[in-house]
């Protein structure tokens, strides 16, 4: 997943400066057949735009359009008086693709097998965007993720029906989606695991194999050699099959006066 910047500094939302200490995320999707970002940061990013959310998800990738922590102006007013999500809420919207209208809320004419390769690739960005958000703020996927229409549910939107107008036409929901933020986010952490065993695992033969080196004697072929270095005061007669190191090596060149 590729994230760029292209933050809303003309908009009004941005200019306000208002912040929020994350709480969720709430996913929304654009309710428009327009797969061009730069249609929405044209938009929005200006002073008289009255919607602003933290990040577009598009087929390419991601554009982080606010700070994080910014509060952005994308869950409206709930119908039963609860806390708007932009108070709590970390926001995106996964960009439509061409071809299909509206009618009361529903798409018309939209072919999902025709738009299966744009949808798999604006779900896996939005799922890969998901699970960074959720290990940057420690959030659950499983309890602080929602969609635009969960958040009307829960008193903390207004009355949208994103995404569960369009996840469903390809076999996803919600709790598909926040399944597999889950298994991202479990992946990771075992590639972490992995890594470290790993890397403790190549510590302790590396130990154990100088500690091997220590304890061997001088071999036979460099017996005379050794003992008339040893003589010289270029070793102290230690280690004699110990690796050489830089320092080292600088040290007994200072001793044969090769570095005057």
Not at 26 to 41: E, N, R, W, Y
Not at 169 to 175: A, L, N, R, T, Y
Not at 222 to 232: I, R
Request: with cysteine; charged share 20%; glycine share 8%.
């Amino acid at each position: 997943m590729e994230v760029t910047q292209h933050i809303l500094t003309r908009s009004a939302c941005y200019q306000a400066g208002r912040t929020i200490v994350p709480k969720g995320i709430m996913v929304h999707s654009t309710g428009v057949a327009q797969p061009d970002p730069a249609a929405f940061l044209k938009l929005w990013d200006s002073p008289e735009a009255d919607a602003c959310v933290h990040a577009i998800v598009h087929q390419g990738g991601v554009i982080q359009t606010l700070p994080w922590t910014h509060r952005a102006w994308h869950a409206g007013s709930p119908r039963n008086g609860g806390v708007s999500a932009n108070n709590t809420h970390i926001a995106f919207e996964i960009l439509e693709p061409k071809g299909h209208t509206y009618q009361g809320g529903a798409m018309v004419g939209y072919d999902p097998a025709a738009n299966a390769a744009y949808f798999a690739a604006v779900y896996q960005n939005a799922v890969a965007l998901t699970a960074q958000l959720c290990r940057q703020f420690s959030l659950d996927p499983m309890k602080q993720v929602v969609d635009h229409q969960e958040g009307c549910r829960l008193d903390i939107a207004s009355n949208h029906a994103d995404v569960m107008h369009w996840f469903p036409k390809h076999g996803k929901s919600m709790d598909t989606f926040r399944a597999d933020v889950a298994a991202l986010l479990k992946g990771e952490e075992e590639d972490t695991m992995e890594q470290s065993t790993f890397d403790a695992m190549l510590t302790a033969a590396l130990a154990r194999r100088a500690a091997a080196l220590e304890a061997q004697p001088v071999s036979g072929w460099a017996k005379e050699a050794w003992e008339a270095a040893v003589a010289a005061g270029v070793f102290d007669g230690t280690k004699p099959q110990s690796p050489l190191t830089r320092e080292q090596a600088a040290a007994v060149l200072a001793r044969l006066g090769k570095l005057k």
